[in-house]
């Protein structure tokens, strides 16, 4: 069976999602909507035109080439507009190669497990060397279950350690048939109030959090936590100290803490969409966060933090 | 955070120790100084040569080298602890008319004007200059040699050096070699000079060759004594300004001074100080005899640790004491420069490169470095200075804490070290018939190519351009800015029908350029050397000079099978040839009557445009891609085995080299627009396995992967720069990961590997801002610079190098 998946990005060298020298694949789908999310291009399961506007030179080539009529510029001499529900339909994506400037590219390509595999066995010797392996990352790879599963399966097959890097909003069962193929779960919190976490998330976190005891009740697998750190969101001390008490409760001891930050921000305009979270809120300042990490240190909790 | 230390690495002193008051003062006092072009030493010369016809010519270079030795002005700056200057002034070069003087004449002003690499005229005469100049017409090594260029290939050479097709040899400089400083330091020169006198005892004089051998001993000894002499001008200098000196601890430093001077070089060291001091009379005297760069030291903290050890141990000195020694010496090495012809500036950019090497394994096998070895790279990280270069001998058992203190020198933005994996000398070494006592000896000289210290002959090499190459295919022979016929005539481009056909009449092309270079080489770089510009004192620290009574030009020295030739623009090449291959004779999607016609046009018109991006977007060599990397590799076999096919002045196959200093800038403004779609005039990709800049988007890994494809053997050298953020070192963790990307390029087979640290923005502020970046110090291809000594051209590129980004 041929199963293929929706990703984004295949990274190599990354440092920062697991152990060793690592190779992440990042897929595309998300069931959240974060605010602060620093990939949109990975939300949507849909591939997306990404629109460089730094780039375009307004020769309006892409407007010809568009046979669907998705392009069009309000007046001559304006950046072109892409009515993205016309490109959502779209199966040529016939403007991307029109364009010289490279202004118009194209998030998401759909890959077979097969494939995928030889793209990330190109690293085996910086994995073997570092004892490094694979991250699946996202988007939600639980999004994309069969792949994700596939995938992993044949990681372990090929002796790779694998990671999963999951928001944890998906159903036991799947949740359950991934896991046998994870050496290490890298799992988000990101807020301890459900209904505040709605507000961030579009989702309540209940679900989530049963998920992640039941990790702890049921499995083995090495689980670190990893905590955004978003300034006036989710890092009130109460929350903090919430979460700390809690992971300490279902026997948690590796925390990581990831500061936000904005780098992905320009992506939503490429996207056409707007930032939700305001370009006002800062990323959050270096005595403040020591002192998160002296709450959770004061609750045993191992805490480092991740760029 | 380039400032802080890394909390998690062990240090031997602290950072305040190695930037006392004193290093300090001295460093700001090199800043701020100019760099002179003095014609003191050219002076002295052309005085001695003007009265001294009937001399023997080692006589006579070994007497004029002693009149400037001994008449030279000198001076000992303020808060100096080891003494010496290239020139009357604090820092500074020479001219060396000798080797060469039109472009000397031609360049006056500008080598005080110019852009990169400029030189302050100090107290100069004029006049005087110009009279010294004159004499030196039709007598310099490179008046000389013009005529025997052309009796072997007309004004081939000189067309192919104004189509930058190879380097501008002006102003026929050697150097890239490593004398016996062991020697020097445990023996003494006084050693020498009896090796020399019991030869010359011993002389036969019956013939024109033993005769010859007689006066190459008795120079040996001139030159040994011109350069004792000289330490002891300077310890009179310092007696006389200690009993003039009103503070109590500088008269006693003086009389320290004073102390060591008259003792080394003449005699075996016997402290850390004593060495420092022998090794810097050495290095500086050989420089002062011959025009060169490229002069390095060796393994460094190997040579000098019985030194350090034992004045440790017996409370000599303190580590902090001797930090700041090492400290002083490391300024001394930014003193030293190399005046050359602006076109060569830019290609050097204000380097010389001295190369220090540390690490390393010893001869048992075992990891070498040791407290010296850290300390040299804690002064270096705390100094940041663009010079000595300094280069790490990678092996699998180094010491962690010595690879993460090396590894905390190349956050601090400074490239330095660079790291050179040993496994690749080892496996290379032998076929050049070194034995393994020598091999497990080598060091980089230069900047990146191997040498075995106190062995090797010194050299220039045969630069050759291969997208010079390529473009001349194209145009059957003819270079386009010059318009005049440098190559051959391999056919009419459209012709070939296949690209096999096509490679062949590159390879055509490349091989007879090559020819030419090597044969003009030969003559100018050894041949007529003997007769010209010997130098004894060089030779007398290269091991069998003196046993066989030979200069190093005339084969005196025990390895000289390291003549190199260096083609460059490997990768810009090898993308173009991907193009070629995938555009013309696979795909067919466009002719090669049109791809011709878009290079000739630099691809402007708006079909030229869509041409060009089609050429852009075909996969690019440095993202792990076979069907690119597959041509990469087969150029250096290929040109391994041209190259190897040549033959060097003493019978030995050219040994290929691949680094590329930063020629592809300037050779790049005289190449036009290559099928890999980059424009006319504009630089090629660095080094040899570095990427194009921009075109690597698929992080260290796959540049690496890329970069190891090749099996570069034998090659002396490979260049290879990667950039990355110091966010990477922040933590142990991410510190392994480093080392580990670092061993898996050796387990690969790679070579030389350097990083520039240094983000974006800042270089972009630097850019802005130079006066608020005055230390910012950056690694291009081999070698470190001030960002804001460079060209802008240079430091454009620079900006645009691709990132790999950690976060
Ligand atoms: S084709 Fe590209 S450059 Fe031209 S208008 Fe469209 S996006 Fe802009
Ligand atoms: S993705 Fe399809 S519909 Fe959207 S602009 Fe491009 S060609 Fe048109």
């Known amino acids: 069976m041929r199963i293929t998946g929706l990703i984004f990005n295949v990274q190599r060298y990354c440092i920062h999602d697991g152990p060793g020298i690592r190779t992440t694949v990042f897929m595309k789908k998300c069931p959240l909507r974060c605010l602060w999310c620093a990939n949109p291009e990975a939300i949507k399961g849909i591939p997306e035109i990404l629109y460089y506007q730094n780039r375009c030179n307004k020769c309006y080539r892409c407007l010809d080439a568009c046979i669907h009529g998705a392009i069009s510029v309000p007046s001559y001499g304006e950046f072109v507009t892409i009515d993205r529900n016309i490109c959502e339909r779209c199966e040529d994506h016939m403007c991307i190669t029109s364009c010289d400037q490279d202004a118009l590219k194209l998030a998401g390509r759909l890959i077979s497990v097969q494939e995928l595999m030889e793209e990330v066995k190109k690293d085996n010797i910086f994995y073997r060397n570092s004892d490094g392996g694979i991250t699946v990352s996202g988007g939600e790879p639980t999004s994309q279950p069969q792949f994700t599963l596939e995938f992993l399966k044949r990681c372990k097959e090929e002796g790779l350690h694998t990671t999963l890097d999951t928001c944890g909003y998906t159903s036991w069962n799947l949740m359950k048939e991934i896991l046998k193929y994870t050496d290490l779960i890298l799992y988000d919190i990101k807020h301890m109030d459900s209904t505040r976490h709605k507000e961030l998330t579009g989702v309540p976190n209940h679900l989530i959090l049963r998920n992640l005891e039941t990790i702890f009740t049921k499995t083995k697998i090495p689980t670190i936590i990893r905590i955004p750190i978003i300034s006036e969101h989710n890092d009130s001390r109460d929350n903090m100290e919430a979460t700390a008490r809690y992971l300490k409760k279902i026997g948690a001891t590796e925390v990581n803490l990831l500061p936000y930050h904005r780098l992905g921000i320009e992506k939503y305009q490429r996207l056409g969409m707007d930032y939700p979270l305001g370009t006002d809120i800062q990323p959050p300042n270096e005595t403040y966060l020591e002192e998160i990490e002296t709450i959770f240190t004061s609750y045993g909790l191992n805490c480092l933090r991740v760029y | 955070m380039a400032q802080e230390r890394f909390s998690y690495i062990n240090h031997v002193v602290s950072r305040e120790s190695i930037l006392t008051e004193r290093v300090r003062r001295l460093k700001e006092e090199i800043r701020r100084q100019p760099v002179y072009g003095d014609w003191e030493r050219d002076h002295l010369l052309t005085e001695y040569w003007r009265h001294s016809d009937n001399e023997q010519i080692y006589i006579r270079r070994a007497r004029a080298f002693y009149k400037i030795l001994t008449e030279k002005a000198i001076s000992i700056f303020d808060g100096e602890l080891i003494v010496g200057a290239p020139t009357r002034y604090l820092s500074g070069s020479a001219f060396y008319p000798e080797y060469g003087c039109d472009w000397i004449e031609e360049e006056w002003e500008r080598f005080f004007s110019r852009e990169a690499d400029r030189f302050c005229p100090g107290e100069n005469n004029r006049e005087a200059v110009l009279k010294d100049i004159q004499f030196w017409k039709g007598k310099s090594l490179l008046d000389v040699v013009l005529p025997l260029w052309r009796r072997e290939f007309g004004n081939l050479m000189e067309d192919m050096i104004e189509a930058r097709v190879t380097i501008d040899i002006k102003p026929a400089t050697q150097g890239r070699q490593i004398v016996n ?101 050495t290095h500086l005297c050989i420089q002062i005899e011959n025009n060169s760069y490229g002069y390095s030291l060796g393994r460094m903290d190997q040579y000098l640790y019985s030194f350090y050890k034992r004045d440790i141990e017996q409370g ?347 020629v592809h800038y300037w050779f790049g403004a005289s190449c036009g627009a290559t099928p890999d779609g980059r424009l006319a005039y ?119 190098r691709t990132e790999h980004s950690f976060g």
């Open chain 2, 181 to 281: 400083f062991i020697k020097v330091l445990n023996k003494g020169l006084k050693e020498i000079i009896k090796e020399a006198n019991e030869m010359k005892d011993g002389a036969a004089l019956d013939t024109a060759h033993n005769l010859r051998k007689y006066y190459f001993w008795d120079s040996c000894i001139i030159a040994c004594e011109a350069v004792i002499e000289f330490a002891k001008r300077y310890a009179n200098l310092a007696r006389e300004m200690a009993k003039r000196e009103a503070n109590e601890l500088r008269r006693r430093e003086l009389e320290k001074i004073a102390q060591v001077c008259e003792k080394v070089p003449e005699n075996p060291a016997s402290s850390f100080h004593e060495a420092l001091q022998s090794l810097w009379f």
């Open chain 2, 316 to 662: 000599v000195i303190t580590k902090e004491e001797a930090a700041e020694l090492l400290a002083c010496l490391w300024l001394k090495f930014s003193t030293i420069y190399w005046l050359t012809k602006g076109a060569s500036a830019v290609i050097c950019q204000t380097s010389n490169f001295q190369n220090v090497t540390i690490g390393g394994r010893d001869r048992d096998g075992n990891d070498a470095s040791n407290e010296l070895s850290r300390l040299i790279v804690e002064v270096d990280t705390a100094l940041k200075l663009r010079q000595p270069t300094l280069s790490l001998r990678y092996h699998e058992c180094s010491d962690s804490n010595f690879l993460f203190e090396c590894a905390e020198d190349i956050a601090t933005g400074g490239g330095k070290p660079a790291i050179f994996c040993e496994k690749y000398a080892y496996s290379v070494l032998p076929l050049y018939g070194i034995p393994l006592e020598d091999v497990i000896e080598f060091a980089p000289i230069g900047c990146v190519e191997m040498g075995i210290p106190g062995k090797t002959t010194p050299f220039g090499g045969c630069f050759v351009s291969l997208p010079h190459c390529l473009e001349l295919t194209f145009t059957n022979g003819i270079h386009r800015k010059t318009g005049k016929k440098v190559g051959l005539e391999t056919g009419d481009v459209e012709s070939f029908s296949s690209f096999d056909e096509f490679m062949n009449a590159f390879f055509k092309q490349f091989e007879f350029v090559h020819h030419v270079i090597v044969t003009c080489n030969n003559t100018s770089e050894v041949a007529i050397r003997p007769d010209l510009t010997p130098c004894p004192f060089n030779s007398a620290l290269i091991a069998d000079c003196i046993a066989k009574g030979q200069d190093i030009h005339s084969g005196g020295g025990r390895y000289k099978q390291f003549y190199s030739s260096y083609p460059f623009g490997m990768v810009t090449t090898a993308n173009s040839l991907y193009v070629i291959k995938k555009l013309v004779y696979e795909d067919g999607r466009v002719t090669m009557s049109e791809l011709k016609d878009a290079l000739s046009a630099n691809f402007e018109g708006d079909k030229y445009g869509r041409l060009r991006k089609l050429c852009m977007d075909l996969p690019k060599y440095g993202n792990d891609i076979d069907e690119v990397d597959g041509i990469h590799r087969d150029l250096f076999r290929r040109i391994n085995n041209i190259v190897t096919r040549e033959k060097n002045a003493f019978g030995y196959p050219m040994a290929p080299a691949y680094l590329g200093i930063t």
């Open chain 2, 682 to 800: 504009t630089p090629f990709a660095d080094g040899s396995l570095s990427p194009y800049p921009g075109t690597d988007t698929c992080g260290p890994t796959a540049v690496i992967k890329s970069a190891t494809k090749a099996n570069t053997s034998p090659a002396l050298a490979t260049l290879f720069n990667l950039k990355f953020y110091p966010s990477v070192f922040t933590n142990r963790e991410g510190m392994k990961k480093f080392w580990y990307l670092i061993k898996t390029y050796s387990d690969l087979g790679g070579y030389h590997i350097q990083f520039n640290v240094v983000d974006r923005d800042t270089l972009l502020r630097a850019k802005e801002h130079p006066e608020d970046y005055p230390d910012l110090l950056i690694r291009v291809a081999g070698f470190s610079a001030y960002f804001v000594d460079l060209a802008p051209m240079v430091q454009d590129e620079i900006i645009a």
